[in-house]
Every structure is written in C-alpha cells, then in structure tokens.
C-alpha cells in the first residue's frame, strides 16, 4: 500500500471515531411538561447546600452543575467543606438553604456511550452566586429508561 492510501486509511478511521463519540443536544423545554415536574419559569429553594462544580473553574464557556456535598472527594460536612474544600479547582460556588433558582430550559443530550440524559438549566435568582446559570441535574431524580427528570425533594422544593 502507498503512503497515500495508509494516510487515506488513518483519516478515515479517525474521522469514523470521531463521529461514533459525537454527543447531540437538543432543547426540549416545550415537551417539559411532559419529561418532569419541573415547571419551566418555575423557582425552587434549596433545602441542603450544595457546590457548583466546574471541571476547571477558570473556564468561562462551562455551565457549572450542582452537586452534593461529598461529589469527587469533597466532604460531606458543611464547616469541612467550607475550611477544606472552597478554593479547590472543581469548587465555583456554595449555595445554602434558601438560596434560590428560577428553572429556564430542558436539554436531552445524546451520547453512544451514556445514551440519553436530560439536563435541567437555571438561573440562580437569590444567594451568593445570583445571575449564574447552573445545571441542576445531578441534585434531582433521573428515569434514563424513559428518559425523564424529577425533582429531588431532599433537595430543591417550590418557592413560597
């Protein structure tokens, strides 16, 4: 086989990769009622303090997801977390009891790997971190048969 038809091959099959782990999104906030109990335009409290987590906090383009204490090696106790865990990488922000989030859009994401998962997307309305969008995905309950997402009570309930 020449050298132009080994770099042919390389191509192609790097091109095939890429395209097999591609990841699709699309916005599905019309069908909403229809995936979970979210309402859109909807504001919610939180219950229990929570982090946003960034894989780089410095990265400006990624939306921060809100996790458990406890999420990727932090402590699940609150004045440990804040002496210990605040200033690490993955840390952008503690919420607390009360702080609020205003629900704005549903996503459905794709992957061949994962397969689908629905993102929910908000805006933190009242706390520390007010004006951020947040994912509140990983603080709510998932059906990844069906393809829905219901809110966690523990965590996030209805403003009064």
Same mark, same amino acid.
């Given at each position: *086989?020449?050298?132009?038809? /080994?770099?042919?091959? !390389? $191509?192609? $099959? ?8 591609? !990841?699709?999104?699309?916005?599905? /906030? ?9 309402? @859109?335009?909807? /504001?919610?409290?939180?219950?229990? %303090? ?8 410095? &990265?400006?383009?990624? /939306? %921060?997801? $809100? ?13 440990? #977390?804040?002496?210990? &865990?605040?200033?690490? @990488?993955?840390?952008?922000?503690? *919420? *607390? +009891?009360? &702080?609020?989030?205003? !629900?704005?859009?549903?996503? =459905? =994401? ?7 998962? $629905?993102?929910?997307?908000? !805006? ?8 951020? @969008?947040?994912?509140?995905? #990983?603080?709510?309950?998932? &059906? #990844?048969?069906?393809?829905?997402? #219901? ?6 309930? +209805?403003?009064?």
């Amino acid at each position: *086989m020449n050298k132009l038809g /080994t770099f042919q091959n !390389i $191509l192609l $099959l790097w091109l095939s990769a890429g395209l097999v782990g591609c !990841i699709s999104s699309k916005d599905v /906030t019309r069908q909403a009622t229809e995936r979970t109990d979210y309402v @859109i335009g909807g /504001t919610y409290a939180l219950e229990k %303090p929570v982090f946003l987590h960034k894989y780089d906090k410095a &990265d400006l383009r990624e /939306t %921060p997801t $809100l996790q458990k204490l406890g999420f990727s090696g932090t402590s699940t106790n609150l004045a440990d #977390f804040q002496q210990r &865990d605040r200033n690490r @990488i993955q840390v952008a922000g503690l *919420m *607390m +009891p009360g &702080d609020r989030v205003k !629900i704005e859009r549903l996503v =459905e =994401e794709r992957s061949p790997t994962v397969g689908k998962i $629905l993102h929910v997307y908000a !805006i933190v309305v009242a706390g520390e971190s007010k004006d951020s @969008i947040v994912d509140v995905t #990983f603080v709510s309950k998932q &059906d #990844f048969h069906k393809s829905h997402i #219901f809110r966690d009570s523990a965590y996030l309930a +209805p403003a009064k």
